[in-house]
């Protein structure tokens, strides 16, 4: 495995590899791995020839209050992890190298990044969908794989490369959980003690919400009442939205009767952290 | 030459000579061809194997009051002109083919696109930019043509393809011009014998900039000053703007020392024109 800084760099390896006839996949990082990241990997590496983790915090995805210099790195213990599932190769620009001096190019993909995590962190996702546009065409990649617990990212993702036309696959890949059902994350490793065991109140909401629709509760407004009610009883957890969505277009629902997802965001101290499920209709 | 309608046609017909090895260039057009796309399109043809010329009148490059009802049309015409200089495809989708329903996605780039037209058109470099990111990423081109008539718009398409790291270059090629001196332009169709008369004034003033420069006009605004005068002359014509402005950032110039083009915009009559030259700075 090598680890490359520069864009001619990784566009030198993946060229030769492409001309070769190999496909190529990638799976875009803000590094500090977990099984999750490891899930995407392997998958790209059953499915391609070759495979490129980008790792890259990217600057421009955070809002001027966020985490961005606290966000966790570690690269020598990535490249480790990465190499043990077969990665080919990490690309690790630096800010200026993805940023040049006069950089002034953004993408936005309306209507679906307005609700959920939109709503909060304005420039979000015109960060996330830009970086791994050029990401996309940096390395010319046949599929590219994200996580699902992050859904209104991987939605945003879908719709930017299909409206854009841009000639590669998203794969979206289930949600990777410790034993005690903690969607993982690299934010997790911000959590005390205490916090990390509030934090169960997530996964644990899914599944009560989960309840509550086999029981009748099909209005998507009371169910969500329901669940913000669960969460609400932790005292160290702080719901920024628990939202009852359609799964393609992630507009409210009112009645549960598409494909739904349960969508969380919440605060735990100083922490932000995601969650989300399908919610499975009853059967009349 | 084949004329193809949806992005399927002509993602198969490149796709089997790029996979030849062959070179493709591209020239994105809205159409009602003269001298100056066909320039382009012989470029085209010199730099590469195969040439596919787009031919999209693109609704979202159009403010609620412009003529995109209006703009001339002739495919049949068009197609002949092409074929006449060797063009291989025409890909000629339509509005719902490029923006089927849902679409949400746009790209922008600021700074570039804020002075000049981009202060009297709101929006307008945002479809500009979406639909060339769109045709760059169906056609795979290697190499795209631009005109340097619209010197903003090729600028725009610069920076974007530099931001975005597409992998293809952008060529920019000379204005054409009538006889006289009038750029050519689809919408001169648009003018009537006294207003094509009147036009003659947007090239003129450039040679006039010219000679006040050589006689010691290096101020920025006083140059301006002098050449919307000189065209306020003619009274069928309206100054839009007359911009003095560094020929990288499009920052107005104070004093002409760098290199700097005279950018123009006029109305004559409901027809809207351009027109630009590069200033050369007397020797000391």
């Known amino acids: 495995m090598k680890v490359v800084h520069t864009i ?52 421009t995805q ?33 800010p200026e190298e993805m940023y040049p001096e006069g950089y002034s190019t953004y993408v936005s993909v309306e209507k679906l990044t307005e609700g959920l995590c939109g709503a909060s962190r304005p420039g979000h996702f015109k960060g996330v969908t830009t970086v791994c546009l050029k990401l996309f065409n940096i390395v010319q990649a046949d599929r590219a794989y994200f996580g699902r617990k992050d859904y209104q990212q991987f939605k945003v993702i879908e719709r930017m490369v299909k409206d854009l036309d841009l000639p590669l696959e998203i794969v979206g890949m289930p949600i990777v959980r410790e034993v005690d059902g903690l969607a993982m994350s690299s934010r997790n490793s911000y959590l005390s003690a205490a916090e990390r065991s509030s934090a169960l109140v997530l996964s644990r909401s899914l599944a009560h919400a989960q309840e509550l629709l086999a029981g009748g509760v099909v209005n998507g407004e ?9 969460i609400g009883k932790e005292p160290l957890v702080q719901v920024e939205y628990a939202s009852v969505v359609d799964a393609e277009s992630l507009e409210p629902l009112a009645d549960i009767s598409s ?10 101290g100083k922490t932000r952290l995601l969650d989300n499920a399908l919610l499975e209709i009853p059967a009349q």
Do not use: C, W
């Not at 009371?222 to 669960?230: I, M, T, Y």
């Open 62 to 94: 955070f809002g001027p209050n966020e985490d961005f210099r606290n966000y966790p790195r570690d690269l020598e213990r990535d490249a480790a992890m990465a190499e043990s599932v077969g990665v080919d190769l990490i690309f690790n620009p630096s």
């Open 8 to 59: 001619a760099e990784i566009r030198t390896a993946v060229g030769t590899a492409s001309r070769e006839g190999k496909t190529v996949g990638l799976v875009p990082t803000m590094g500090y791995f977990h099984e999750g990241h490891l899930s995407l990997m392997r998958q790209a590496k059953a499915d391609n020839d070759l495979v490129v983790v980008s790792l890259f915090v990217n600057p």
């Open 222 to 230: 009371e169910l969500q009442r329901k669940v913000e009610a669960f």
């Open 259 to 268: 494909k739904a997802v349960l969508a969380l965001a919440v605060r735990i």
